[in-house]
């Protein structure tokens, strides 16, 4: 029997109804109102034949998943490989089982979600992290990963590139993704990276790193996942997909669904179809960054009055900040999943230990890190920070 250890982040966030999720369309009837006005289409429709429907994704959900690909980089659409999946986390669980084995080599951006490296390890692979540090932005070092990468090497795994990270929320440049690709083509490392927060920047979107599927028409070893749970705010549909210009990396994933769930229910998908139209999903997207640019702003302010005891690197993208709670005598980190397991006791208020749930179980860089989300309402975020300032006052 393979030893599964726990996930950390999913253990810890069910101690609370609350979510780190957009919660914007809560109900068929909120997100039908989000249509044109003219339009009869509803979200779910009740003539469709409740039937197991294409495995790879309905065409015209597919067609609208390739169009959030299309910009002046990327190849033509027709070029990509896509094949819908029950969520982002199911994508990356397909691909990580099926592409990665014992003796193989991994490299992984660090701090991440804890999937991402967590399965090639029980895979048998061997996994290095490539570390990001807070007085870099939490921005990768292509020079770093050169004296990581082995012979062996075989994928790099990045929740960071071209997609806000979590759980810091920071964003990167397009020439350090220019210097990645580069970096793999001459060692024919794949590249793989889960995009689920794409597009949720919150500067100008014109300034936003692409996607690393903007690259496939210099180098096809690319994969990349996402969903509609955070940006699109529709976790409870579980949509998600894999894409990359290489067929073949696609295609292993696609077989490996046939052991397990053969394809997505027909009512996601045409509930997904409809949170694409363009005019719906870009009404979902301008609430979703509107929520999040002030309560961020809200967050900035409450930090800096209490620099004795908070620090951090202002997120560019993503729903959540990284925050580092220390000693305000002696600068000393403290330990985070005391500190919350505290916080929530004595005021009912969830944040998540960032160093246990992004950390590795002997990793100290990460101590003190606190993974703030603000995603709901800002009544209901102002009246959090309320909750906690109080706390930090005492």
Not at 8 to 37: N, Y
Not at 137 to 161: A, C, H, R
């Amino acid at each position: 029997m393979v030893h599964v250890k726990p996930f950390v982040l999913d253990h810890w966030a069910p101690k609370t109804s609350l979510t780190d999720r957009l919660e914007l369309v809560r109900q068929f009837k909120d997100l039908a109102k989000l249509g044109a006005p003219e339009s009869p289409v509803h979200p779910v429709e009740a003539s469709n034949s409740l039937i197991y429907g294409s495995v790879l994704g309905k065409p015209e959900l597919r067609q609208r998943i390739l169009a959030l690909y299309k910009d002046a980089e990327t190849n033509p659409t027709e070029s990509l490989s896509l094949t819908v999946t029950q969520g982002a986390i199911s994508a990356n669980f397909l691909i990580l089982d099926t592409l990665i084995g014992p003796g193989d080599h991994v490299v992984c951006q660090y701090p991440t979600y804890q999937q991402l490296y967590g399965v090639p390890h029980r895979a048998g692979a061997e996994v290095s992290l490539w570390r990001t540090r807070a007085e870099r932005g939490w921005i990768p070092d292509v020079s770093e990963l050169q004296l990581l990468v082995k012979e062996n090497t075989k994928m790099i795994i990045i929740k960071q590139i071209s997609n806000p990270n979590n759980p810091t929320g920071a964003s990167i440049p397009k020439g350090v993704l220019e210097e990645l690709v580069a970096f793999a083509s001459e060692r024919g490392i794949i590249i793989f990276s889960d995009e689920v927060f794409r597009p949720l920047f919150h500067d100008d979107a014109k300034d936003a790193p692409p996607s690393i599927i903007s690259f496939g028409g210099r180098y096809k070893n690319i994969i990349a996942v996402s969903s509609l749970s955070k940006a699109f705010s529709l976790p409870g549909i579980r949509v998600g997909w894999i894409i990359s210009p290489n067929s073949d990396l696609v295609n292993e994933a696609i077989n490996a669904r046939d052991y397990t769930t053969i394809s997505v229910s027909q009512v996601d998908q045409d509930i997904a179809t409809y949170a694409l139209d363009p005019v719906v999903q870009e009404k979902i997207l301008q609430r979703s960054r509107s929520i999040c640019r002030q309560n961020l702003a809200s967050l900035e302010t409450f930090i800096a009055r209490h620099t004795a005891h908070l620090s951090w690197v202002k997120p560019t993208g993503a729903s959540s900040a990284f925050v580092r709670i220390q000693d305000r005598k002696t600068g000393a980190p403290a330990d985070d999943a005391v500190y919350c397991e505290k916080v929530l006791r004595d005021t009912g208020l969830l944040i998540v230990p960032g160093g246990k749930s992004f950390g590795t179980e002997t990793a100290e860089d990460l101590k003190g890190y606190l993974r703030v989300g603000f995603v709901c309402s800002t009544g209901q975020f102002e009246k959090a920070l309320g909750i906690w300032g109080d706390y930090l006052s005492q």
